[in-house]
């Protein structure tokens, strides 16, 4: 303990204080000055007045959450409160397979644009074992707005000063646009599966599965999705207006809003307006015959009048329907296509399909079935003059009504 001087360079000359377990080293310069400080500190040291200097405090660095550990934030603050289960369980999905395997382990503020185009790079580069491309524009689209809307939220609670993920999808532009794959069932297969279906429940093979020929009436006729008919009441149709409303829909067993949060309605066609009401009075028979005063809410419910387990019905007697008719095996969802098909090919415009089908917008409609309208093509291009034009193009006219000169 004490006061010392020690000459580190020559000519520099240092102030060495060991106090009380405080210890400091000061730059003093000449060797008088720091013996005219060392005598300073001790006779401060002698009268008990000296107190070290005070350190100053290194600002700590804060550091930011991981990705995993953000993530799971906002799950829990942002998807599992403000999302559907079908948003969730895309962004759940889409997290897991792709976004957190590459980036789960470093800090937000670790992740730059740069390491986030390469990402993007790698995903437009996944092949399957055929090489054909693993994913679709659409799909990559999808992953890079659900990692930019994580980015926004931190951004948003000040855990980030800027979100590196804005204005990415030219970087993906050039992938592969891969719509499913539609295959319905033609004006001429309707019929013949249909009739399959009604001998199906006229040999009642089945006796705990409901009527299949009605509801697959239904799905043609209305173009609704397998969980929007399970979630169909009877309350839900206007008979005066000959209109369905569409309000909800079933998807592993819980009663979610439609897909695009909205109430549609769809017209109620004669034939299937028909069948509703026979199916109504039977029901009613069989359950004044067992004592029940009511019939179930639903009206295509399992066997104990709950809901129906679409699955099952698509396992149970979709399939063997298919076989039975003798037609090639389709998706149920096809059947919805098949409802949009025939009314294009009826000559029915997009605009209509778009509001019987319940898309968000008409874009989507265009995209999946413009391709159906019969010969339109074909009729602009036959619409091209030649050199032999038969009408040719008229002159627009003034805004005075005279033809122009």
């Known amino acids: 303990m004490g006061v010392k001087i020690r ?16 210890r400091i080293a000061k730059f003093a310069g000449s060797l008088e000055t720091a013996e005219a400080a060392r005598e300073f500190i001790e006779k401060q040291i002698a009268f008990g007045q000296y107190e070290p200097p ?25 998807l599992e409160a403000s999302c559907r289960e079908s948003t969730r369980e895309r ?16 800090p937000l503020d670790g992740i730059s644009r ?9 995903l437009r580069g996944l092949r399957r074992e055929d090489g054909t491309p693993k994913l679709a524009r659409d799909t990559i689209g999808n992953i890079i707005k659900e990692f930019c809307s994580l980015f926004s939220h931190a951004v948003e609670e000040e855990v980030l000063q800027a979100n590196p993920m804005l204005r990415l999808p030219r970087l993906f532009k050039q992938a592969p646009v891969r719509h499913e794959e539609i295959d319905p069932l033609t004006f001429e297969e309707v019929p013949i599966f249909l009739q ?3 001998e199906m429940d006229e040999k009642k093979r089945y006796k705990d599965s409901p009527e299949c020929y009605p509801l697959f009436l239904a799905a043609i006729h209305t173009g609704m999705r397998s969980g929007e008919l399970a979630g169909l009441q009877w309350g839900d149709i206007d008979w005066r207006k000959n209109l369905i409303c569409v309000r909800r829909a079933i998807k592993k067993g819980k009663v979610l809003p439609t897909k695009t949060g909205k109430v549609h309605r769809i017209d109620l066609s004669e034939i299937l307006k028909v069948e509703l009401e026979a199916l109504r009075r039977r029901r009613r028979e069989e359950y004044l015959a067992t004592g029940k005063p ?4 639903w009206i295509f419910p399992n066997s104990d009048g709950g809901i129906l387990d679409m699955q099952n019905m698509k396992n149970r007697r979709f399939y063997r329907c298919l076989e039975k008719a003798k037609l090639r095996r389709i998706r ?12 294009i090919q009826n000559g029915e415009s997009l605009a209509y399909v778009k509001e019987q089908m319940g898309h968000s917008s008409i874009r989507v409609t265009v995209d999946v079935y413009g391709h159906l309208i019969p010969g339109a093509n ?15 193009v008229q002159p627009r006219q003034k805004e005075t009504g005279e033809a122009s000169e």
């Open 54 to 78: 005070k350190r100053e405090k290194q600002p700590t660095v804060e550091t930011k959450p991981t990705l995993f550990e953000y993530w799971q934030r906002f799950h829990r603050v942002y």
């Open 91 to 106: 962004y759940e999905g889409n997290f897991k397979n792709y976004i957190l395997p590459r980036f789960g382990e470093i």
């Open 378 to 392: 074909r009729q602009a291009v036959c619409r091209l003059p030649g050199i032999k034009s038969a009408t040719p």
């Open 332 to 343: 149920f969802h096809d059947l919805r296509h098949t409802f949009a098909s025939l009314l």
């Open 196 to 198: 399959a279906a009604r």
């Open 7 to 22: 000459e580190r360079k020559p000519g520099q000359w240092w102030v060495f204080v060991n106090h009380k377990g405080n």
């Open 294 to 297: 009511e019939i179930p809410l």
């Open 114 to 122: 740069a390491s986030v185009k390469e990402f993007i790079s790698d």
